[in-house]
């Protein structure tokens, strides 16, 4: 069995960090292409809470391993756990905890306790590799949400698929720019004819 636990301090609001944290396919789109990690949720309980189960795909240094799993702890701006419900570990569990530490500074730790397949030969290669992989992933991930969070970065939009389509076109009309290009100019008309009502 092998625990993996990192923690970081993000000056931001703990309900902002809890909020970004509860979308399990936000995650994703913070490790590292290396790790190639892809999260998909496939059945949503009340507010992303207990009971809720989703897909990890990982691509671990040319490695796919992919396992399903289950929310198993959900307490508002304190703690997310979840663990493996199908998939090729003998265990594996994450939970991420919340720590107010001022009103715009919040300590987040993400701890991962897995159990690796393959008997011995699984011990070996954790040793070697996956648990290396596994923690030098967690710390890029988490700086990489504290860079997102602090402003450093760009937050993933997430939007229905009906206004995702309207992006598109309006992206084709201004001769396939950058979506957060597109995203910004839609905000600014917003902004002037919210102007002009005032």
């Known amino acids: 069995m092998t625990i993996v636990s990192k923690t970081i301090d993000i ?28 999260i998909v949720p496939m059945d949503i309980k009340a507010g992303m809470g207990v009971g809720t189960t989703f897909r990890v795909i990982g691509d671990f240094d040319g490695k796919r391993l992919e396992w399903d799993c289950e ?17 090729p570990f003998k265990k594996w569990e994450i939970s991420v905890g919340f720590q107010e530490v ?21 011990g070996i290669l954790n040793k070697i590799k996956f648990a290396k992989t ?26 229905t698929l009906d206004a995702y389509r309207k992006l598109l076109v309006e992206k084709e009309k201004m001769n396939n720019a950058p979506v957060s290009t597109v995203l910004a100019k839609i905000l600014e008309k917003y902004s002037q004819i919210e102007t002009i009502k005032n």
């Open 11 to 38: 000056k931001e609001k703990t309900v902002n960090v809890f909020t970004y944290f509860a979308r399990p396919e936000h995650i994703s789109d913070q490790f590292e292409e290396r790790v190639g990690m892809t």
């Open 71 to 87: 929310t198993t702890e959900y307490i508002p701006e304190q703690k997310i756990a979840a663990k493996m419900i199908k998939g």
């Open 102 to 122: 001022a009103e715009k500074l919040t300590r987040v730790t993400m701890t991962v306790n897995y159990e690796m397949p393959f008997g011995p030969l699984g």
């Open 134 to 159: 596994a923690e030098k992933g967690m710390e890029t991930a988490l700086y990489r949400v504290r860079g997102l969070l602090e402003g450093n970065g760009s937050i993933p939009v997430y939007i």
